[in-house]
Structure formats: structure tokens, C-alpha cells
């Protein structure tokens, strides 16, 4: 019997081991092995009679793998087992549910950081069949409504005239807890005459919309309120028209 | 061959304690980012936050009769600027508890504010005893329904000191039943944190009828009515 | 009869031997030998038992060290809580033993006293 039989002979006791406990015994077992023949290599030994020795110190193999085996109860990897098929019934059992978590959370860093991404002005204009609009302008303006924040970040206007053009804007909404989809019930009209949008885009992370505007116009972002049956404003958003020539 | 040796495999018993973890992040995971509501507190937090509302005060919980497959309950909740009436039921394969909340938004310039409503449980064959049921069984069978019906609201005024509850089925596709008055006086009023009254009526069920009436009327110590209100079909004020 | 030891005797002897200093397998071996002036000469792969034994019970602890030559050793260390098993049993078998010792000595076919 060599050293990689004893270990092996030691090895096949073991009933409820893991892989990883295995190879660690080996190594164990080995090092020690190989620790015993070189000091029986520095008293002249030679090579296969210091393995014979260490073999033959080493005790009986199957005892030495019962033995350690009653070490190795099955009680804890069972707990480990059934911890590890928890978690995956878990993950599965509520799959949908993590996915839209994880879809809400990409809006809610598009939604803060890229709201281009979900609807814009050049979007919206060259969806409608506007093509170019005149001017587009950053914008920084936000609200709070409930949990949610809306941010204005874009307006646009479009053919300004006295007899009236287009105003555009777009918006971002998200709500304070980013696994969560904000409510989204904004809406846009014309300040000075109510008129509503004729055109919009987008979802309940971004919309952008365009409203028909007449000189010096602004535009009303609100929301409606059911316990009062009216639509309250939430931001006054002022358009960038030019001087009047 | 020198290759790097692994590191020591973890004991058995630490291992196992940090893997017991996992699960319980992951439920916890789940409650905070309510993917699953393991409360009805949690299903109400959704629906006020779906609805814009500030948060709603729990007055009054109670039974769910007319649901009998899943557990639920029926809740009675209310805020500065609403009540709410609004039952929520457990489906384990499907999130959690859940539920719609019925608004009545308050009334601060009248006596009360006041609302209603009802739910609707399926009649089993057995349960319809009357001479004309076998033919109503076979053509009206969705109509034979058991209503539970619930009137609640808010005092606004401190001078209400009694509401009347009148209540008026009819439209009968069985037997007729009566109408019923039911008086509230202080001893009914459920107080809420900033000292508020609300209360909460909920009605004898009645089988089988097609239209219900409600009104609720104040009264004040002297006797005296301040106000009328329907609170079914188009609610208003009687003047 | 007096309380006997809960611990068998080789997980006695590998807990004082730890006492004083962390010991990888063969180290243990030897010093036993070495201390024992060779009375205690156990079968060198009965030992890894005691010593997984040990560590499942949380008395000892494993790590993993380099030696200068490469080698890679684990190497076991004694606990707080196997110091406190250690002190317990060591004086549960003083006790047994030193019963036991009187006990012979009282014997005049013995020849002990």
C-alpha cells in the first residue's frame, strides 16, 4: 500500500462528507504523512521504507476513515441544504416580482440621470412630423407630490409666433423608494388658455408632451386630485420665447 | 506541480448559519420592497401611496363574511382630507394581501361626512328557500347575491350628538325584507389619535335585492336635524 | 462512584498539549511522545478524529500557514471555550485519578503505600 491508497482506503468511509471537507482530509492526512517520512529521511531512511514506517504508524485505514466519519454528523449540512433550497424556492416563488424590482430600478437611475431616455422633446417632435424644432432648452425645475418627485428638464418651442406655435416639455418622475414605480398621474396645460396637449410620449418614469402656445405663454404641470375633483398645479414652467421683435 | 492550496472549507456548523441568512435577506428583501405584502398594512401603504394620499389612520377592522375561500379583512381607515372603507384579501400565489380602498373625501363645512359600501356574496342553491326559487335559480342565478353592507364616516361638527341610519332595500327577487333604522349615539363613536369621531354601522346582510337606499341624519342634543345625506346611488345632501 | 470524565483521555491530552502553543498534526505527535517519555505512542491517524472532534465541538479552531520551506500546514488552536474545557477536565481527572490512586494505595497486596 502506497501513501495515496492509504488516504484513499481512509477516504471511502467517509459517507456524508462534501467534496471540499474531502480534498481537506487528503490534504490533511497527506501532510502529515509527508511530514513523518522527512524526518525519517534525515536519519538516512531511504524512500520506500520511510513510506512503509509512516504507512504502517499511520494505524488501520478503515478505522482511521470510521472514525473520522462519526466526526462529520449529517445534522448541519442538512440545515445548509435545506437553507440553500429555501432560497432558491424563494427566488423562484417571487421571480416576477424580483424582475419588475430590478426593471424599477434601472428607470430610477435612467429617470434621475438620463431622462432622454424615456421621452424628449426631439423625440416627440420628430414623431409628430415636426421635424426641427426652433429652440430646445435644458431646463432644472422639480416638485414633490406624495412620495414622488417630478423633474422638468427640457422645453421647447417650435413656429413662435404671434399667431401662436408649439410648445413642448419633458419630465422625469420617480418615487423616493427606487424599487417602486411612481404613480404617475401628471398632466400638462397651457397656463394662459387651459388648452391641453395634442401630442405626448413616454411612460410613468418620463413623459414629455406638446401643447399649443401662444406668445408669452407658460405651461401648467398638474395633477389631478380626486378628493377635491380638480387638477392641482404642481410647477409653473416659464418657455424660453425671444424677445419679441 | 505547486499549486496554490485551497483554502479550508468553512465548519459545517458556521456555514450552515450563514446560508440560514440568505432565505431571511431575501425575505426581508421581499417586505421592504414589497414584493410580497406579508401585512394588510403593507397592501394599504401601497394603495395610499397609489392614490396620493397622506397616511391613513386604521380605525376599525373587522370580519369578511361574504369571502370565504382566502382570508381577509375589511378596514375602515381615515385622514385629514378622507375615509377610506376598503377590504383586503391574502392570495399566497399572488403577492400577498391586496385590496381596493373606496375614498369619501371629508366634508369639514357640513355635520358629517358620510359614505357607504358593499359587497357581494354568491347565494349557494341551498341557501335560497322560497316558492318562486327554482325558476329565479335558473334566470337570475348571478343576481342571487347576499349584501353586506357597511355605512361609516366622520363627525365634523361637535354638535352632532346622534345619527339615524336609514337603510331601504328593494327591488326584492325573493321575499321582501324590512328596512331598518339604526340610531348611533357617543357610545358608538370610535375616536382616532387627534380626537376625532368616526363611526362605522355595518348592516343585517340582505339576500337577494337589487337596489339599496341609504340615508344618515344628524341630530343635535335638542333633537334638531342638521342635514340629510344620501350616501347610495348619487350621493347628496337632502335639502 | 466519583463523576467520571465526560471527555475520553485523547482529547484530553491534545487540548494540553494547545495549551501552550499552536500545533499542527505531526507536531502533536511527537511533543506527545516527547512529553509522555513515549508512553503514549497512539496510532498517528487516530489523531485527525480527535482533532475534527474537537473542531466540530468548537474547542479548537483551524487555520492554514505557510512554512518557510513552502508547505502549507494547518495548524490548530486552542479556544476560550476549549481553555475552559480543558481547565474542567483536567480537573475532573485529577480528582478521578488521585481517588483512584488512593484507593490502590490503601491496598496492602499492592505494595504501593
Not at chain 1, 28 to 34: A, F, I, P, R, V
Not at chain 2, 113 to 131: D, N, P
Request: charged content about 25%; proline content about 5%.
Amino acid at each position: 500500500m502506497d501513501r495515496r491508497q492509504y488516504t484513499d482506503r481512509v477516504l471511502t468511509s467517509l459517507r456524508r462528507v462534501t467534496a471540499k471537507e474531502r480534498e481537506a482530509i487528503r490534504q490533511e492526512l497527506d501532510g502529515h504523512m509527508e511530514d513523518h517520512m522527512d524526518a525519517l529521511r534525515e536519519l538516512g531512511y531511504d524512500e520506500a521504507l520511510a513510506e512503509e514506517r509512516t504507512i504502517a504508524a499511520m494505524g488501520d485505514p478503515e478505522e482511521v476513515g470510521r472514525e473520522l466519519n462519526r466526526q462529520y454528523p449529517s445534522r448541519w449540512l442538512v440545515v445548509k441544504w435545506g437553507a440553500q433550497g429555501a432560497a432558491v424556492l424563494l427566488m423562484l416563488f417571487l421571480l416576477s416580482g424580483w424582475w419588475d424590482v430590478l426593471d424599477n430600478l434601472v428607470c430610477y437611475a435612467r429617470a434621475r440621470l438620463w431622462p432622454g431616455t424615456f421621452a424628449n422633446v426631439e423625440w416627440l417632435a420628430r414623431e409628430t412630423g415636426q421635424g426641427e424644432v426652433d429652440v430646445i432648452e435644458k431646463t432644472e425645475q422639480r416638485a414633490e407630490l406624495g412620495t414622488m418627485t417630478v423633474r422638468v428638464w427640457q422645453v421647447g418651442l417650435d413656429q413662435a409666433s404671434e399667431r401662436g406655435g408649439t410648445a413642448y416639455v419633458a419630465f422625469s418622475c420617480w418615487d423616493e423608494e427606487p424599487w417602486a414605480e411612481p404613480p404617475g398621474y401628471i398632466e400638462v396645460y397651457n397656463d394662459a388658455d387651459g388648452a391641453g396637449a395634442v401630442q405626448s410620449m413616454g411612460g410613468s418614469w418620463g413623459r414629455a408632451y406638446a401643447v399649443p402656445a401662444a406668445y408669452g405663454d407658460t405651461l401648467r404641470v398638474c395633477w389631478y386630485d380626486e378628493l377635491d375633483h380638480q387638477y392641482e398645479t404642481l410647477l409653473t414652467v416659464e418657455l424660453p420665447w425671444e424677445e419679441s421683435p | 506541480m505547486k499549486t496554490k492550496r485551497p483554502k479550508l472549507p468553512m465548519p459545517r456548523r458556521r456555514l450552515a448559519l450563514l446560508w440560514l441568512l440568505v432565505p431571511c435577506l431575501l425575505l426581508l428583501a421581499a417586505y421592504i420592497t414589497d414584493v410580497y405584502r406579508f401585512t394588510p398594512d403593507q397592501a394599504q401603504r401601497l394603495e395610499e401611496k397609489r392614490r396620493l394620499l397622506e397616511p391613513m389612520e386604521v380605525l376599525w377592522q373587522g370580519d369578511v363574511p361574504w369571502e370565504q375561500e382566502v382570508p381577509a379583512i375589511a378596514r375602515f381607515t381615515a385622514n385629514e382630507r378622507a375615509v377610506g372603507f376598503s377590504e383586503y384579501d391574502f392570495r399566497w400565489r399572488a403577492g400577498g394581501w391586496q385590496g381596493f380602498l373606496s375614498l369619501t373625501p371629508r366634508e369639514n363645512d357640513r355635520p358629517f361626512t358620510a359614505g357607504c359600501s358593499w359587497f357581494e356574496r354568491q347565494l349557494e342553491e341551498g341557501e335560497v328557500v322560497s316558492e318562486k326559487a327554482p325558476y329565479l335559480w335558473e334566470q337570475y342565478r348571478s343576481s342571487l347575491t347576499e349584501k353586506f353592507v357597511y355605512v361609516y364616516g366622520c363627525l365634523e361638527s361637535p354638535e352632532v350628538e346622534e345619527l339615524v341610519v336609514e337603510f331601504e332595500p328593494s327591488n326584492f327577487l325573493l321575499e321582501p325584507q324590512p328596512s331598518l333604522t339604526v340610531h348611533l349615539t357617543a357610545a358608538d363613536w370610535i375616536m382616532g389619535a387627534d380626537g376625532t369621531a368616526y363611526f362605522v354601522c355595518p348592516l343585517e346582510p340582505c339576500r337577494a335585492v337589487q337596489s339599496i337606499t341609504c340615508f344618515v341624519t344628524a341630530y343635535d342634543k335638542d333633537g334638531r336635524s342638521l342635514g340629510t345625506r344620501c350616501v347610495t346611488g348619487m350621493e347628496h345632501w337632502v335639502e | 462512584m466519583a463523576k467520571k470524565q465526560t471527555m475520553d483521555h485523547a482529547q484530553l491530552l491534545v487540548l494540553s498539549l494547545l495549551a501552550g502553543e499552536d500545533m499542527y498534526g505531526y507536531q502533536m505527535i511527537v511533543e506527545l511522545s516527547r512529553r509522555s517519555d513515549h508512553t503514549f505512542e497512539m496510532k498517528e491517524g487516530t489523531l485527525y478524529p480527535v482533532l475534527h472532534g474537537l473542531e466540530r465541538e468548537g474547542l479548537v479552531e483551524a487555520y492554514q500557514q505557510e512554512a518557510p520551506t513552502g508547505r502549507v500546514r494547518k495548524y490548530y488552536h486552542l479556544t476560550r471555550r476549549g481553555t475552559a474545557a480543558l481547565k474542567e477536565e483536567a480537573q475532573a481527572w485529577q480528582t478521578y485519578s488521585g481517588a483512584v490512586n488512593a484507593v490502590l494505595r490503601a491496598c496492602p497486596a499492592l505494595g504501593l503505600a
